[in-house]
């Protein structure tokens, strides 16, 4: 089966710290995209960043960086100069093998809080 | 706006009585699914669709029923709802290769 595991259920900052989220995924796909997905308290989901498996550059969107390692099928999430509505839970997603790869298999999420 | 919308948003039910969740987009995605999100278990995706007609089972399909008779259109039907289906649900859409776009979510709560 699928796997996508996020190692660490919550985690704490302080705000206007760097924290970094941990991700690894199993897909045999060659090329496909990788995603970080925030739920704030609204459980609206939201995107946060996406990697092109295909890139060796990592994705950067402001504060939110990935750390993506191919052969090791790692992919976290750095988060730097931490705010408050940084406060979230963070869910990593990967496609899965063996097929169209359309569908995502998510972990089951960290969360994160931002201490003021 | 580009975005993918459900209805209702909160719904409290009893058991037995079927009931349809109504999703949408407007970004004419091939790819369009459902999650449901229960506490410790994260998302587990139920059904799926990779066009209109074309539709097959996810994870944890028992219970449920899609359709897709529309390539904007995919609702979700609980023939007969139980307390266990009682959970956060999730429509998404996608193309190939891209971004997966959620919807806002829709509260069920079976008695």
């Known amino acids: 089966a699928q796997t996508v595991t996020q190692s660490q259920p919550e985690m704490s900052v302080q705000e206007a710290e760097t924290v970094t989220l941990s991700c690894t995924y199993d897909t045999s796909e060659n090329n496909y995209y990788l995603f970080w997905y925030k739920q704030p308290p609204s459980r609206q989901m939201i995107l946060v960043i996406r990697?092109?498996?295909?890139?060796?550059q990592n994705a950067t969107e402001n504060r939110f960086s990935v750390n993506f390692q191919k052969a090791a099928k790692s992919f976290s999430l750095k988060i730097s100069d931490s705010q408050l509505g940084d406060t979230a839970m963070y869910f990593c997603?990967?496609?899965?093998?063996?097929?169209?790869?359309?569908?995502?298999?998510f972990g089951k999420g960290t969360l994160l809080t931002v201490n003021p | 706006e580009a975005q993918v919308t459900q209805n209702p948003r909160y719904l409290i039910t009893v058991t037995g009585k079927k009931l349809t969740v109504t999703c949408s987009q407007n970004m004419n995605h091939e790819y369009m699914s459902w999650y449901r999100q229960d506490p410790g278990l994260g998302l587990r995706q139920i059904y799926y669709?990779?066009?209109?007609?074309?539709?097959d089972k996810g994870d944890v399909p028992e219970g449920y029923k899609v359709s897709r008779k529309e390539k904007r259109n995919f609702p979700l039907i609980l023939e007969s709802p139980s307390p266990n289906q009682t959970s956060l649900y999730f429509c998404a859409s996608r193309k190939l290769q891209d971004t997966q776009y959620f919807g806002p979510g829709t509260r069920l709560t079976v008695l």
């Open positions: 990697q092109e498996a295909y890139k060796q």
């Open positions: 997603a990967s496609p899965n093998s063996g097929g169209s790869n359309y569908k995502l298999t």
């Open positions: 669709s990779m066009n209109v007609e074309v539709t």
